[in-house]
């Protein structure tokens, strides 16, 4: 949808720097997600320890999003579409905030596993991780851009990445039994794969305040509402 | 993602106002309709001021008319009493029904329309010269009544409707005049709901007042809708937003859009109505 300016300069300055620190709290979560896993894979304890770092600033852009957010509310008022936006950010900036914390979480587990020798069923993340980032990268896209087909189809996978999970918990929970002298790796293995699943619903639910913040149609509960 | 991170402006790109699809109706939405308005036009002289406008204004609800300067809200809402008819080279084309009856049919009174469609105005205009008393009930006078007793409690339930009557029943014999702007716009309202009308237009009925008189005063209309159709011209859009069940956007004598007033301040289905109503244009 092309945008017109606002009449007020202010309103549009305030619009954009709202949006300017969405943008940098996802970029944010997304380099501390990328960070936690490749620390994971790699067995690269800076990494981790850097993605841990990165938390700290996500959740003050959290913080600063509600601020600029309420303003905007109190100052502007703002109606239709750009109500919708502000309304949107709001709600949307926790999300990526846990986004952030599930890569603090993936890069604790990290830190643990690599104290230990490596174990070759970290390769049952590797496609986990992808599709989740890739939910996640699409979801803010979806936001960004307006793109409704986008932010539905993100919601549409959410059921394969909760597969992947189920699948990987059934493979580590068999190896537990297997060797149980590797139980806390692939329990760590277990959680880590579970954050990633926890990613793609919060990538679900960014996708939800996508569609309704460009097209005013909320979305979330539908199987609920509609068989009730 | 570090493309995302450019910047909003670089986004932007100026385009021409589009036209609506089609006339918008709310015929569908609208169940119980006090006015039925049909293809009206307005012209002042050879300027066509309402081009075309069909809408439904719906009973004992709160109708809201925006749009910028000179787009034809206040002429619509003065057609809508036939009260345009007093500014000199006027012509009308269309119909208005109030309540199934065509106000513009020949042989009726635009006086008689007037009693049955009251009208508040933007600036308060009590009588200079008559008391607050006499301020109410002077329409009543005029049209031949003169019942002391019918008259002191219509003069009392009018002042109550209008949630003045705690604040001047002491004072009822002061001139009019001597109220605040406030109170005074209040009492117009009470002298307009004396001849118990059948509708109630506004014109701007806040926009001289501070936000305590505007509080009560929509205070006021929210109180009135469960007995009148109330139809306002506001330029305050979050006053709109509060006040009104429908809103209309008139843009260059044109009904652009009409619909609850939820939808037009969440979703409007327009795009001259969002850029009107989110400050892109004026």
Not at chain 1, 106 to 122: Q, S, T
Not at chain 1, 156 to 168: F, G, H, S, T, V
Not at chain 2, 123 to 144: A, D, Q
Not at chain 2, 242 to 266: C, K, M, N, V, W
Request: aromatic share 6%; charged share 25%.
């Amino acid at each position: 949808m092309v945008i017109s300016k606002h009449i007020l300069g202010t309103f549009d300055e305030a619009l954009t720097s709202l949006r300017n620190d969405l943008l940098m709290m996802a970029g944010l979560a997304e380099r501390s997600l990328d960070r936690a896993l490749k620390g994971l894979l790699q067995r690269d304890d800076d990494l981790c320890a850097n993605a841990i770092a990165d938390d700290e600033e996500i959740d003050q852009l959290e913080k600063q999003i509600d601020k600029d957010g309420f303003e905007i509310l109190l100052r502007f008022q703002p109606v239709a579409s750009d109500l919708r936006r502000v309304i949107s950010a709001i709600k949307l900036s926790p999300n990526i905030e846990r986004v952030g914390d599930q890569a603090t979480n993936i890069a604790k587990r990290a830190r643990k596993l690599n104290k230990h020798p490596p174990l070759p069923e970290v390769q049952l993340i590797v496609p986990i991780q992808a599709y989740a980032m890739t939910m996640f990268k699409d979801s803010i896209n979806a936001y960004v851009r307006e793109n409704v087909e986008l932010a539905r189809s993100v919601c549409d996978r959410d059921e394969q990445l909760d597969d992947m999970n189920r699948a990987a918990n059934r493979k580590l929970t068999e190896r537990m039994m297997e060797d149980r002298d590797q139980l806390r790796g692939y329990f760590n293995l277990i959680l880590v794969s579970r954050a990633l699943e926890r990613v793609g619903d919060h990538a679900t639910n960014i996708s939800e305040d996508a569609v309704y913040a460009a097209a005013a149609e909320d979305i979330r509960h539908q199987t609920v509402a509609t068989s009730a | 993602m570090e493309n995302l991170l450019m910047p909003t402006s670089e986004r932007i790109v100026e385009e021409g106002m589009e036209q609506p699809s089609e006339v918008p109706s709310n015929s569908e939405t609208v169940l119980a309709s006090t006015f039925r308005v049909k293809n009206m036009s307005i012209w002042y002289g050879e300027k066509r001021a309402i081009e075309d406008v069909t809408i439904d204004i719906a009973s004992n609800a709160v109708t809201a008319i925006i749009g910028p300067s000179g787009c034809g809200k206040s002429t619509f809402l003065r057609a809508l009493n036939r009260m345009h008819e007093l500014t000199p080279k006027t012509r009308m084309e269309g119909t208005v029904l109030l309540n199934g009856e065509d106000l513009y049919s020949s042989g009726v009174d635009p006086t008689v329309v007037r009693r049955r469609v009251g009208m508040v105005f933007q600036k308060s205009n009590p009588f200079p010269t008559m008391t607050i008393g006499e301020n109410v009930i002077v329409g009543l006078r005029l049209n031949g009544v003169h019942d002391q007793k019918f008259l002191n409690e219509r003069l009392e339930k009018s002042l109550r409707m209008a949630a003045l009557w705690d604040e001047v029943k002491d004072d009822l014999n002061k001139p009019g005049t001597s109220l605040s702007g406030g109170q005074q716009q209040r009492l117009c309202i009470a002298r307009t709901l004396a001849v118990e009308p059948e509708v109630v237009l506004m014109d701007e009925p806040c926009s001289a007042l501070d936000p305590i008189a505007t509080a009560k005063i929509e205070e006021l209309i929210s109180d009135l809708k469960t007995k009148y159709t109330i139809v306002t011209v506001t330029h305050n859009m979050q006053q709109a937003g509060r006040i009104s069940d429908y809103t209309a956007f008139f843009y260059l004598g044109r009904l652009i859009e009409f619909g609850p007033t939820t939808t037009i301040f969440t979703n409007p289905k327009e795009r001259q109505t969002e850029d009107y109503i989110t400050g892109r244009f004026g």
